[in-house]
């Protein structure tokens, strides 16, 4: 198994474990700046939570940006194993498509499945698309097809902004 999917494999060698932490620390970093902007964003905006107590939205709203966090990650790593050549310290623009294209899916069956769980409701601003019979934003679509990419992308390019 490990020499099939090294990368599923939890790295049990302190230096592997270094190497990898390493390597998607910018990420994360990335990840929670991007989302977290986009998150404060829209929802003052494109959700319905002005009713909402106080602490209620801030730890929703906390939690959605760490969601999105682990969402980048898992999209990454998803994206990695299903196009197993995908070396994205290379830059090259397929690889980024292939994560495009599965945080695509992803962002339309995450958001359809928050909304039929009822986690939220959108305001009369959020442009909609309707898909099995349930409204699902297009602006939290946009976010997680692009925030993935651009999370990575800005990581293996700027990631001397974050190690001065």
Known sequence: MEDCCPSLVFPL?????????????????????????????????????WDWPFWKATFWMWAAIIGDVFIVLGLWKITEFIF???NFKKLKLKDYLYLIFISFIASIVLEWTAKFLELWT??????????????????PIIQITFLPALSVYISVNRSHLLNP
């Open 13 to 49: 060698n302190k230096t592997v474990l270094k190497d990898h932490i390493k390597e998607i620390r910018p990420i994360i970093i990335w990840a929670f700046l991007l989302n977290t902007i986009w998150e404060f964003g829209q929802c003052v905006f494109l959700y319905d939570m």
């Open 84 to 86: 197993s050549p995908v």
């Open 122 to 139: 959108y305001s009369d601003l959020m442009p909609v698309l309707i898909i099995f019979d349930y409204e699902v934003g297009l602006s």
